[in-house]
């Protein structure tokens, strides 16, 4: 609920609608009211804080969101306008980009088909409309990163993102071992100010505020600790889940029954940018897929190296260097994918 609204495409009528269908009811089994969303909305229990008689205190069940998602949709509730939910929309609405005069690219629909054309931002000098299946195809070579016979390369990419999650490990357990040791530290603080209190020994003003102080820096310990949990295992699940999605990519993309939702999400993770000009799409792929792009193409250049070979041409259109492609990496070498 929360990730679907943070998305900005639901008001609270619509997002009413597809938690009733997910499962998400009233004890009466009828749909949440627009108020009862969006006080579940606000509420910060999903993150981990519990509410009490006007103060936060830390709660001690498992978080279900982060804070940063919780943020996000405080950002939109707050907005005076709420979301609107539209059924039909172009796939790249505000995606594209003109390279020549840096303005977004504008979808107009006509005799049934989207078609995308600059918005002549500074008088550009691009008239051409470009229909949306050509984009679709065009942009579907780009994220031809692997082939149906690629099982191989692509556990041997997972293999590597394993190998180099120790380092990661390793990393945040000496964080969190500093954190517990600072928290420790305060709880230590919370009870000789406990005891100074009973021996009169400060005033009520000084105890509230000092016992305040320490909370807030209890609490902000705890959301640190919990941070470095989830960061343990997220480096290692999004490397993961980046080589299934880019291993699949190509046929989201190219799957009619795949909502433009979940594929306008495998673009923000697949690319940084998209340019349209005329009727030439031009692409730069986000950190993470440029990184497996250039594994998978250096792992192709291992398993087939007399073959199949990219020229250089090619190379430069997936972005990836032609002496990368043509290198056989030492696979004994540990390093970051």
């Given at each position: ?11 609270l009528?619509?997002l ?11 004890r ?55 979301p609107k ?33 600059c ?40 293999k ?15 964080i ?21 209190k ?8 000084f ?11 209890k ?33 989201i ?5 795949i ?15 998209l340019?349209?000009k ?7 792929y ?7 792009l ?20 090619e ?13 056989r ?9």
């Open positions: 609920m929360f990730e679907l609204y943070a998305s900005g495409l639901y008001s009528k619509k009413s609608d597809v938690m009733y269908s997910e499962g998400l009811r009233t009466r089994s009828t749909k949440l009211n627009k108020s009862r969303l969006a006080e579940m909305l606000s509420d910060p229990f999903y993150y981990g804080t519990l509410r009490w008689q006007g103060s936060s205190y830390q709660g001690k069940h498992t978080p279900l969101i982060t804070k940063a998602l919780f943020d996000a949709v405080q950002t939109i509730l707050r907005k005076k306008c709420n939910y539209r059924t039909h929309f172009p796939l790249f609405k505000g995606l594209f980009t003109c390279p020549q005069c840096t303005g977004t690219i504008t979808w107009e629909k006509q005799k049934g088909h989207w078609y995308g054309h918005s002549y931002y500074h008088d550009c000098s691009v008239r051409k409309y470009m229909r949306e299946e050509r984009v679709t195809e065009q942009l579907a070579s780009f994220l031809n990163i692997f082939s149906e016979k690629d099982a191989r390369l692509l556990e041997c990419i997972k590597a993102i394993k190998e180099s999650h120790q380092d990661e490990i390793e990393y945040h357990a000496s969190k071992t500093d954190l517990r040791k600072r928290y420790d530290a305060i709880e230590q603080r919370l009870d000789r100010l406990y005891d100074d009973i021996d009169e020994k400060i005033d009520q003003e105890y509230d505020r000092k016992f305040a102080q320490y909370v807030a820096e609490s902000e310990i705890i959301n640190s600790l919990q941070q470095h949990d989830t960061a343990n295992t997220k480096y290692f699940e999004i490397g993961m889940s980046l080589a299934d999605l880019a291993f699949r990519a190509q046929k993309l190219l799957n009619p029954s909502t433009p939702e979940r594929k306008r999400k495998l673009f923000q993770y697949a690319f940084s940018a340019f349209l005329g009727d030439k799409v031009r692409v730069d986000s950190q993470g897929f440029k990184i497996i250039e594994r998978a193409s250096a792992y192709h250049a291992i398993f087939e190296p007399h073959k199949n070979l990219p020229d250089k041409q190379s430069t259109r997936k972005g990836v260097d032609s002496r990368l492609v043509r290198a990496p030492d696979l004994n070498r540990r390093s970051s994918p």
